[in-house]
Structure formats: structure tokens, C-alpha cells
């Protein structure tokens, strides 16, 4: 499998995000995080090329990012939690300031999509 990604990224347990929404939509799990973008897990599955708003919460603070869902598959059918979707979302601009501020001392990883 060729590798798509042009950016490290940034898995969940190294950032500092503490919650994200997606509007329309709804909070979402961080599975990674790039300059470029984010993929997330939802209970709900996101509409490929529809357009949506990534509110990414670091502490107090708050920073929305317009974004379009790239691709959206099933992830995971639990018993009792239900199916989980896992998507990739392409932010409208590079990031670069708070991905700056959430990679400092991190290591990257080129993880599977």
C-alpha cells in the first residue's frame, strides 16, 4: 500500500486537544492530527465532500477550522456501543501555528489511514 500522507501526523495520545466538534455533526474522538487535517471517529457517519467546521478545544481555549470530509468508512461494530465510522477531514488551511504548539517535544507517526 503506497503511502498518501504528505505530513507526519500527530497521534491522539501525544496531543493536548481535550475536545472536538464538528458542526454540523457532533463530538468526535481525535484518532490523528497533521497540518493538513484530522481524522477523527464518529458514532455517525460524515457525508465524503461535504463541507463541515473542526472546533478543536486545548484547554480554555477554542479554534474552528473549516474543513471537507475526504472519506468516511465503518471502523468498528461493537455489541452494545454500536458502529463506529472513522473519517478524514482536509482543513480549508494549514494550521501551522497549533500544530506547532501540539508537536513541540512530540514524535511524529506516518500511521495507517
Request: charged share 25%.
Amino acid at each position: 500500500m503506497k503511502e498518501r500522507r504528505r505530513e507526519g501526523r500527530l497521534a491522539r495520545e501525544m496531543l493536548s486537544v481535550t475536545q472536538v466538534t464538528l458542526r454540523p455533526g457532533g463530538p468526535v474522538e481525535v484518532v490523528d492530527l497533521s497540518p493538513q487535517g484530522i481524522q477523527v471517529e464518529s458514532a455517525r457517519p460524515l457525508r465524503p465532500g461535504s463541507r463541515v467546521l473542526a472546533r478543536l478545544a486545548v484547554g480554555d481555549q477554542t479554534m474552528t477550522v473549516p474543513a471537507v470530509v475526504l472519506r468516511c468508512a465503518v471502523w468498528a461494530v461493537h455489541p452494545e456501543e454500536g458502529v463506529t465510522y472513522r473519517a478524514s477531514l482536509c482543513f480549508d488551511e494549514l494550521c501551522l501555528p497549533f500544530w506547532e504548539e501540539q508537536s513541540r517535544g512530540s514524535s511524529l507517526t506516518n500511521a495507517p489511514p
